[in-house]
């Protein structure tokens, strides 16, 4: 099921902010952090580091929350439980799908961008 897109009108409701520019550079934003985020939590989860991969998972489910981005935020809090309890085999089979809905995310940013930037 591919990423909603992103409703421009609930955006505003939910964060109440009007201003499309700024809602748009935020979610800009957001689309730099999160790859960042995914980096931090594989090199953590390779390592085998609790407090890094919950850290970046952490970082990445606020951000996403902040911009509706449910189905990142749900699968960044999974890897973060993980992380605390150490269990990396959850940590690796969550981040997976954690992944996934971060790709669908990202896509769904740049039509974002894309339908709400000034000419």
Known sequence: MPFPSIDLKRLQSEIGVDDVELLVTVAQALAKEAPICLAEIERALVARNEKEVSIAAHTLKGA???MI???????????????KRGDFEAVASTFIT???HVEEMLQAIER???ENQAP
């Open 112 to 114: 974002f961008a894309n």
């Open 64 to 66: 996403s929350r902040m």
């Open 98 to 100: 954690l992944r996934h």
């Open 69 to 83: 981005m449910e189905r990142v935020a749900d699968a960044a809090e999974e890897v973060e439980l993980a992380g």
